[in-house]
């Protein structure tokens, strides 16, 4: 079974340590969870150096695949949870999902 449409992709970037919280505050706004994935990275609020060498500072990234339905309840959680819109504490956007496939308890749930 496909999903057409229905689903977006939350993707969010925080510090290290506070992907538990994304993923916490996704669950209460109805999510099932998430995928955290490590990286480096910096943006305009944390370009450091040492010894002349810049330092990316640890980043995770949490994927939450979310009906689209939800999608403004779970990035106003998630804005809550980790105050995304100050300087320096990440970033979140949305992408649209065109297919999905192997989530057939959440498709059928539609």
């Known amino acids: 079974m496909e999903a057409n449409n229905e689903f977006d992709l939350i993707v969010t970037i925080v510090n290290r340590g506070y992907s538990s919280d ?4 996704s669950k209460k706004a109805g999510a099932e969870g ?4 490590s990286g480096r ?7 450091k150096k040492l010894f002349g060498i810049s330092i990316e500072p640890e980043k995770e990234i949490v ?10 309840k779970v ?3 998630i804005s809550d949870a980790v105050d995304i819109n100050k ?3 990440g970033i979140a956007f949305v992408l649209d999902v ?3 496939i192997g989530i057939c308890h959440l498709l059928n749930n539609l």
């Not at 998430?34 to 994935?37: L, S």
């Open 98 to 100: 065109k297919k999905i």
């Open 34 to 37: 998430g995928t955290i994935i």
């Open 87 to 89: 300087p320096g504490k």
């Open 41 to 47: 990275g910096s943006g305009i609020h944390e370009t």
């Open 63 to 72: 994927l939450t695949l979310i009906d689209n339905k939800k999608t403004e």
């Open 22 to 25: 994304v993923i916490d505050a």
């Open 75 to 77: 990035l106003k959680e």
